[in-house]
């Protein structure tokens, strides 16, 4: 069952309207749905896909040969049988081929022609130049290692630089889009669900795995999906990203494990891995913009331009829980699993926590607060720290997130403790103090006092 992707679809179908030739990259990690986006797409289409395996191109082209004479026999004259001699030749032929008619043409995995043959990217670029003018087919690239692919298409001195007309980053499914899909699939309660969001993200692919695995108890689904001795998660992260990294993952690693252990600034990050300031500085860099693995943040009332107050994080939910639980016990879980195990349950929880101050954040991004918020955010200042802040230039609002079943005098205490720190905040207007919690007393009577208060069902709705 094909779930979701409305926007993509919508974005492809509307570039597959424009007239003439158009270009298009759709890119992002490895499982994310980028085939089963594409193959929807296809559906009632003129359309060839073909999957750039790590073959000879001469065994390629006689797999892609099948393909053309199946999907265009019938626009073809009888005696024609398509048969290419080179990579060239077929895409001279696909070009031509589209001047009366539009056709979609897929290479998935395309950066793996860097090893079918290099040399196709330059007269790639020849072709498309030459004819893209008089024909129409709307090309479309999908790759799997950010990395590469940005490589690929914005090296200034690569063939392929500025040719390409649209960019699709296919991300994870966001929070609320793989509670539908998992609900569609299986019966679940949603704490259990943050629970396996937590490890999982949103990756459809990661998700799929949370019917066959989950027995009513979410500790037990972890288990058996990283921990177990054939569990099929425990070296995923690894598989994906030595690929993406290449020779020098290690310092990489070495520096995503930082993160997932808390170590956000440049100098924590330095201080854990032992890798010099320049070198960390870089690293850091290239794991933010052109990796896209880490995201930078700032205290939400600093101009992120300016500010030398920064954190970062690990962008996805499964590589953070990857590298914190997985990756950092590499040996200890080859010698001692029952040990790790142990050691994972009782810091899940503070894990689970963290992610469900992330959700909180973009829960509060679309809710209603009696204004529109600028910013939304995270705000820390010397040991200081407020789960969300939200504001406009009248209005601001202030919430504390707990994954924790609350009592109202717990409520009530940090909600004392919340105005306090409001008094540190350099905002003036019009404050309001919120809870988010996964479930508390009195949702109603803090509501009438004037509190904000939401709690997980309010959250996951
Ligand atoms: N929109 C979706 N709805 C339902 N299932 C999906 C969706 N997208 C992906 N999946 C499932 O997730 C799995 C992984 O998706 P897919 O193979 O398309 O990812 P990919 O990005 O092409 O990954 P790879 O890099 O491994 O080729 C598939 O088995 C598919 O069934
Ligand atoms: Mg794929």
């Known amino acids: 069952m094909f779930y979701d992707r409305g926007r993509?679809?919508?974005?492809?179908?509307?570039?597959?309207?424009?007239?003439?030739?158009?270009?298009?990259?759709?890119?992002?990690?490895r499982r994310v749905g980028k085939t089963t986006l594409v193959r929807e797409f296809l559906k009632d289409k003129l359309a060839l896909y073909f999957f750039v395996g790590e073959k000879d191109e001469a065994l390629l082209l006689e797999e892609w040969s099948r393909e053309v004479?199946?999907?265009?026999?019938?626009?073809?004259?009888?005696?024609?049988?398509?048969?290419?001699?080179?990579?060239?030749?077929?895409?001279?032929?696909?070009?031509?081929?589209?001047?009366?008619?539009?056709?979609?043409?897929?290479?998935?995995?395309?950066?793996?022609?860097?090893?079918?043959?290099?040399s196709f990217f330059s007269s790639l670029q020849r072709l498309w130049d030459e004819k893209k003018n008089s024909s129409n087919v709307m090309l479309i690239a999908v790759g799997s290692y950010v990395g590469m692919i940005k490589r690929i298409f914005m090296g200034k001195k690569e063939p392929l630089f500025g040719r390409v007309d649209e960019w699709i980053k296919l991300k994870p499914f966001d929070f609320w889009t793989a509670w539908g899909f998992v609900r569609s699939l299986v019966d679940i309660d949603s704490r259990h669900f943050v629970e396996l969001y937590s490890a999982l993200g949103g990756m459809p692919r990661y998700l799929l795995y949370i019917p066959r695995y989950y027995r009513g108890n979410s500790i037990d689904a972890v288990k058996g999906l990283f921990f177990d001795e054939f569990a099929p998660l425990r070296e995923e992260g690894l598989n994906i990203l030595k690929l993406e990294f290449g020779r020098f993952y290690r310092s990489y690693f070495s520096i995503l494990e930082a993160v997932s252990l808390g170590r956000v600034t440049p100098k924590e990050i330095s201080d854990k891995t032992g890798l010099k300031p320049l070198t960390v500085g870089k690293y850091l860099s290239e794991l933010t913009n052109h990796y896209e693995y880490l995201t930078k943040e700032v205290p939400v009332t600093e101009n992120p331009l300016k500010t030398r107050k920064v954190a970062y994080r690990i962008s996805d939910e499964f590589f953070n829980f990857w590298f914190r639980f997985i990756y950092h016990n590499y040996t200890a879980l080859e010698e001692n699993p029952e040990r790790v195990?142990?050691?994972?349950?009782?810091?899940?929880?503070?894990f689970v926590g963290e992610t469900y101050e992330r959700i909180a954040r973009e829960f509060v991004k679309k809710q209603d607060l009696g204004f529109k918020p600028e910013r939304v955010g995270r705000w820390w200042h010397k040991g200081e720290e407020i789960d969300v802040v939200a504001y406009d230039r009248e209005n601001i609002a202030l919430f504390e997130v707990k994954w924790k079943s609350l009592s109202l005098k717990d409520v009530k205490s940090i909600l004392k403790a919340l105005d306090r720190k409001a008094q540190l905040l350099p905002l003036r207007g019009h404050y309001k103090l919120g809870i988010i919690a996964r479930e508390f007393e009195d949702k109603e009577g803090l509501r009438e006092e004037g509190f904000l208060a939401f709690d997980l069902d309010d959250l996951i709705r």
């Open 8 to 29: 993509e679809l919508e974005k492809l179908n509307e570039v597959y309207s424009y007239p003439g030739s158009s270009f298009i990259v759709i890119y992002g990690r």
């Open 69 to 118: 004479e199946e999907r265009l026999s019938s626009h073809l004259p009888p005696y024609v049988k398509p048969k290419f001699g080179s990579l060239e030749e077929l895409m001279e032929f696909l070009l031509d081929f589209s001047r009366e008619r539009t056709l979609v043409v897929v290479f998935d995995e395309f950066q793996n022609f860097r090893t079918v043959k290099p």
């Open 341 to 350: 195990f142990e050691r994972f349950k009782a810091e899940f929880p503070a």
